[in-house]
């Protein structure tokens, strides 16, 4: 069976030099995005016995072979989005060989397309005018070594003098500063939001939330080591407790308001995780707080002063006049019921917070629309 998975993938490899993409339809390879919104993949592999494709982490669907080996699968109509897929060719997961677009995630890495809505999605590039991303060193003296960060300001920023409000975004666990730029899209998001008037300009700062890392895979001294969702240093108090060096240098080096109303923060899973807290344990420095899917208990274990009596920072955090407070998550995410408990602990206590419940669970195409619904809501 290895022999004939070895067999199976060489065959897809050598395919990958005369490969034509199609990610908007109308051509040959794969996936073709068909006029009806159906997606058909095709993988010649002749010597395979089982193929099958699974986009972003859902269900295996099985790929039908013709005579000359062509293995081929059609979806039924899917919402214009982004979508991330494997192939896994006699139980081996590989990249589409015909498909030049990949995106990483955490230790995978997928194929990805465009679902086409007839109408550019929030998250697409468009002739908009567009900000700066920087890619950011600063010295972090609570953790003890120099870290990186990602950092968005809005278009016109370099030629004007005003000063900005400053959205803190925060990536999942496994997930470093890239995260939210490269799966989450953040950049078009602001673009096109801030081009449109939905959203005021602002300044977007998104750090590195594993303190073991100075860097994302292969931009620090470490080189090009696996990343991996195990760290050491990441939801154990330790980058809640040296996110000062972070808003420090901010102040510092950008022109913000400096203005608990003129600041936000929010993230994805652990991200989520990390703003709850150390909004908590600054009640008066965020007037916006946004967790998107978040994790809601310390692990299991972990001790630090950062995680206790909670309810009783809420209530400061709460009394020092938060602006919003927005909660949002899939109704298929495994953080569910955590999330629902988290937003009884608020009921209990007469926070007034919004509530946002979406289809689908802990995935990308959730949090990216998270974003694009939050954004709008700050600053104004």
């Keep these: 069976m290895k022999q004939k998975a070895i067999l199976a993938l060489m065959a897809v490899v050598a395919l990958a030099a005369s490969a034509q993409q199609a990610?908007?339809?109308?051509?040959?390879?794969?996936?073709?995005?068909?006029?009806?919104?159906?997606?058909?993949?095709?993988?010649?592999?002749?010597?395979?016995?089982?193929?099958?494709?699974?986009?972003?982490?859902?269900?295996?669907?099985?790929?039908?072979?013709?005579?000359?080996?062509?293995?081929?699968?059609?979806?039924?109509?899917?919402?214009?989005?982004?979508?991330?897929?494997?192939?896994?060719?006699?139980?081996?997961?590989?990249?589409?060989?015909?498909?030049?677009?990949?995106?990483?995630d955490v230790a995978t890495v997928?194929?990805?397309?465009?679902?086409?809505?007839?109408?550019?999605?929030?998250?697409?590039?468009?002739?908009?005018?567009?900000?700066?991303?920087?890619?950011v060193w600063y010295d972090s003296p609570r953790v003890g070594k120099s870290r990186r960060m990602m950092v968005y300001t809005p278009a016109g920023y370099e030629q004007g003098k005003g000063h900005y409000p400053v959205l803190y975004l925060l990536h999942g666990s496994g997930g470093d500063e890239t995260a939210w730029l490269h799966q989450g899209q953040a950049a078009q998001v602001l673009d096109n939001l801030i081009a449109s008037g939905q959203a005021v300009p602002m300044i977007v700062v998104m750090p590195n939330g594993n303190v073991d890392e100075q860097a994302a895979p292969g931009s620090d001294q470490r080189g090009l080591v696996t990343p991996t969702f195990q760290h050491k240093q990441w939801m154990e108090g330790s980058f809640e407790s040296s996110f000062s060096d972070i808003m420090e240098y901010v102040e510092r080096h950008y022109r913000t308001t400096g203005q608990q109303s003129g600041?936000?923060?929010?993230?994805?899973?652990?991200?989520?995780?990390?703003?709850?807290?150390?909004?908590?344990?600054?009640?008066?420095?965020?007037?916006?707080?946004?967790?998107?899917?978040?994790?809601?208990?310390?692990?299991?274990?972990?001790q630090s002063p950062i995680y206790d009596n909670l309810e009783q920072k809420l209530a400061e955090q709460f009394r020092q006049g938060n602006k919003l407070y927005w909660v949002a998550i899939g109704k298929d995410d495994f953080l569910y019921e955590p999330n629902r408990e988290f937003r009884a602990l608020l009921d209990r206590n007469g926070h007034r917070y919004t509530y946002v419940e979406s289809g689908g669970g802990h995935e990308w195409r959730n949090w990216r629309h998270y974003l694009a619904q939050f954004v709008p809501l700050l600053f104004k």
């Design 23 to 104: 990610l908007w339809g109308g051509g040959k390879g794969s996936p073709r995005v068909n006029d009806d919104n159906t997606v058909t993949f095709t993988l010649k592999a002749p010597a395979a016995q089982r193929v099958e494709v699974q986009l972003d982490y859902g269900v295996l669907w099985p790929l039908e072979r013709d005579t000359a080996g062509v293995w081929a699968f059609t979806t039924g109509a899917l919402a214009p989005d982004l979508y991330l897929y494997n192939f896994v060719v006699d139980g081996v997961k590989t990249l589409d060989p015909n498909n030049v677009y990949t995106m990483r």
């Design 110 to 135: 997928k194929s990805m397309f465009f679902v086409d809505g007839g109408q550019p999605l929030v998250y697409q590039a468009q002739d908009v005018p567009h900000g700066q991303v920087s890619a």
């Design 263 to 302: 600041r936000a923060i929010a993230g994805l899973s652990m991200g989520g995780f990390h703003s709850l807290y150390i909004s908590a344990n600054r009640p008066k420095d965020f007037g916006y707080v946004g967790l998107f899917s978040a994790a809601i208990r310390p692990m299991k274990g972990v």
